[in-house]
């Protein structure tokens, strides 16, 4: 193909993010008369040419973020002799600007077990209180890369360690000033080797170099191989468990961003959801591989059940552009990434979708996927017919509400005539009634609708008749086979469910048997393909079920759960809980 050069005069003026905000700048430091740069988006950038969409010109409006080729760079950047410098590529001329136990320093890391301080905060104390009269040249260049960042300050303390992915070194970095310990020195590099082998793990081999992570205040930004972090400890260095997870969380999100969009370079400006929803989904999975109690946002379904069961006018479908959602964080990030978890550990089963999830990041790394590449790859990749899912999830605003409407309970006759009074109960009939439903005289069997309760009816409570002889007809037509079955005494319960929230969903019920024992029973989502709105399954059991409930394990996002027991019961609010536990104390 033919090739064209040029070139733009341009001028870039650095703002004051902590005063008037965005994704890069300055932040100043009062006590020591120091400035901590972190510079992005300060150059005109090429736009992308799809081959399904053309040119992507969207103007950038604030939350439909970044649609950009890759190429490669070559950046000098002069500043101050005493600033230290981070920044996407490497560094093409390492001895003219680090010293020579850096340099050693650097080296020791790229094999060490732990982070290895190249630049001390007693160094850093140092520095800052003086001012260089001269300046160095950094040169740095990047290969493949579909944007370019760096930082700089002669605050920066600055820490390294090696860690093997695919046969080769990558490093993990973090800078940062003196007002980030002992939180950063302690975690920050730790969590983006952490961050590397697990998003590697379930992608693709980490392709660059090195990743660095940047403290700064009140942002968390991500830049090929380079991400600006919030999570400062108070003045005297201590800090809540609270502040610690959200400057994990945030570190893995963002080192996380490597993978998406850095490499799976989605359209961010038109779907916001393809590189944080997915980012945020593994984010969850890397955050439980650090500890399993972790204080994740965004993948476990109960967290996302408020905004599911909130005001539909304030909603948008996931499949909406991210300059048209009012509410950015729960349609971007918490609901795609909690749909991929329930698609995982639900649906398809953490191997098939592992495979397949795989499948996607190595088919379109260093590409430009679209919503149809992804939904279309998890499916041939796995061979599993996902249609429903995607369309529930992504393109609507339904909800999971699933209720158990019904339950009837059967055994076999046995045949012999026996007479009943006709208001004598059956030995083994089980209601579920309250006084009030009681005093309604419903039919036996029939739910009542003018509450919130169920009954069961056994249907054997119909009186044989006559010597018996038609059931002893049709038992001696059977085969030995079919008797043995008959003789079982097996017990049949008919549950019927109702979809009130749109939402299709596999059904997972918890059986609690009259021994005390309990069983669970998994139905794919298929159960709803001819009647999407109300089901009705029939179970057989030797032992008699005493208590029945719907999704156990709070893995389908349900909004509703008190509609998921027989026989009913209350389930008590969030303010239902406090208020006990505050009455109690």
């Known amino acids: 193909g033919e090739s064209f050069s040029f070139s733009i005069d341009w001028a870039f003026n650095v703002n004051d993010r902590m005063k008037i905000g965005g994704r890069s700048g300055y932040e100043y430091f009062e006590e020591d008369d120091n400035y901590l740069y972190t510079i992005a988006q300060f150059f005109p950038r090429m736009a992308v040419y799809d081959d399904k969409e053309g040119w992507q010109n969207k103007q950038f409006l604030g939350s439909g973020e970044f649609a950009l080729p890759f190429g490669n760079y070559k950046v000098s950047i002069t500043v101050p002799s005493d600033h230290m410098v981070g920044a996407t590529g490497k560094l093409q001329n390492e001895s003219e600007v680090l010293s020579q136990k850096q340099l050693d320093l650097l080296e020791k890391a790229k ?126 260095g201590s800090y809540s468990d609270r502040l610690r997870d959200y400057m994990i969380g945030v570190i893995i999100h963002e080192v996380g961003h490597n993978f998406f969009p850095m490499i799976v370079n989605s359209d961010e400006r038109q779907w916001a959801w393809m590189d944080e929803g997915l980012n945020t989904f593994m984010e969850y999975i890397a955050e439980k591989a650090w500890r399993e109690d972790f204080p994740t946002y965004g993948g476990e379904p109960k967290n996302i059940v408020a905004y599911m069961k909130s005001d539909k006018s304030a909603m948008s479908p996931i499949m909406t552009n991210p300059e048209q959602v009012q509410k950015l964080g729960p349609n971007a990030y918490g609901k795609p990434a909690t749909a991929l978890n329930i698609l995982r550990t639900t649906v398809m089963g953490p191997e098939l979708f592992d495979r397949a999830f795989k499948e996607y990041a190595q088919r379109w790394k260093f590409k430009h996927p679209s919503p149809a590449d992804f939904f279309r790859t998890m499916e041939d990749a796995s061979a599993v017919d996902l249609d429903w899912f995607w369309k529930g999830w992504f393109y609507t605003t339904d ?115 009259a021994d005390g024992s309990k069983e669970i029973k998994r139905i794919p989502a298929e159960i709803w393909r001819k009647n999407a709105e109300n089901i009705t399954k029939v179970f057989t059991s030797k032992k008699e079920i005493t208590q029945i409930q719907l999704d156990p394990f709070l893995e389908t996002a349900d909004v509703d759960v008190e509609n998921n027991n027989w026989p009913s019961k209350n389930v008590p609010s969030k303010f239902d809980l406090y208020k006990e536990k505050t009455d109690g104390k």
Not at 447 to 452: A, F, G, L, R, S
Request: proline share 5%.
């Open 399 to 513: 909800h999971v509400d699933i209720a158990i409407n019904d339950v009837k309970w059967y055994k076999m006759s046995t045949g012999e005539p026996t007479a009943k009074k006709e208001d004598e109960q059956p030995a083994n009939t089980v209601n579920n009634t309250t006084d009030d439903s009681k005093k309604s005289k419903k039919k036996k069997g029939k739910k009542n609708k003018t509450d919130n309760t169920q009954t069961v009816s056994n249907e054997n409570d119909v009186k044989p008749v006559g010597d018996g002889k038609p059931y002893k007809t049709f038992y001696t037509k059977l085969s030995d086979s079919q008797k043995a079955q008959m003789d079982l005494g097996l017990n049949f319960y008919e549950i019927s469910f109702e979809n009130k929230g749109g939402l299709v969903m596999p059904v997972i019920l918890e059986f609690t048997y």
């Open 111 to 236: 094999t060490a077990k732990k982070p290895v301080i190249i630049q001390s905060q007693d160094e850093v104390v140092q520095l800052e209180k003086s001012r260089a009269t001269t300046t160095k040249t950094w040169v740095y260049h990047a290969e493949n890369v579909r944007d370019f960042a760096f930082v700089s300050s002669r605050k920066f303390i600055w820490d390294a360690m090696g860690l093997e992915i695919g046969g080769k070194t990558v490093m993990a970095m973090s800078y940062y000033p003196k007002e980030g310990n002992p939180l950063w020195e302690e975690y920050s590099t730790n969590i983006v080797a952490h961050t590397l082998k697990q998003y590697s793990k379930y992608t693709f081999d980490y392709p660059y170099h090195k990743a660095i992570s940047v403290h700064t205040a009140q942002i968390g930004m991500e830049y090929p191989m380079i991400c600006f972090n919030f999570g400062r400890p108070n003045k005297d």
